[in-house]
């Protein structure tokens, strides 16, 4: 399945890379590998994770405190969230 993500769930993808990136350019990368990894899963396995509020449903990355909220539609799976665990929890949800 076709992944993708929506403007908002980019532009939070963008924003963890450039704070790990700020720490260290080597967390930035293995922060990218993980989310890609994550990306990879649910286009493969959609159905395979946890369902939240919804038709949602959830991945969490083992090394990093985020989770990719997501959606199958048909063929395509949109990632509405790239949302760090201890943040505002639950506030992609206005963006159903």
């Known amino acids: 399945?076709?992944?993708?993500?929506?403007?908002?769930?980019?532009?939070?993808?963008?924003?963890a890379v450039e704070f790990y990136a700020n720490e260290s350019p080597s967390a930035a990368e293995h922060f990218i590998d993980e989310f890609e990894n994550a990306r990879r899963e649910i286009g493969l396995h959609p159905?395979?994770?946890?369902q939240v509020k919804g038709k949602y449903r959830v991945i969490h990355l083992d090394r990093f405190p985020y989770s990719l909220y997501?959606?199958?539609l048909g063929n395509i799976v949109r990632i509405n969230a790239v949302a760090h665990d201890k943040r505002k929890p639950g506030y992609w949800r206005k963006r159903i």
Do not use: H, S, T
């Open 1 to 15: 399945m076709k992944v993708i993500l929506i403007p908002e769930a980019r532009k939070e993808f963008f924003e």
């Open 70 to 72: 997501y959606r199958a």
């Open 47 to 50: 159905d395979r994770y946890r």
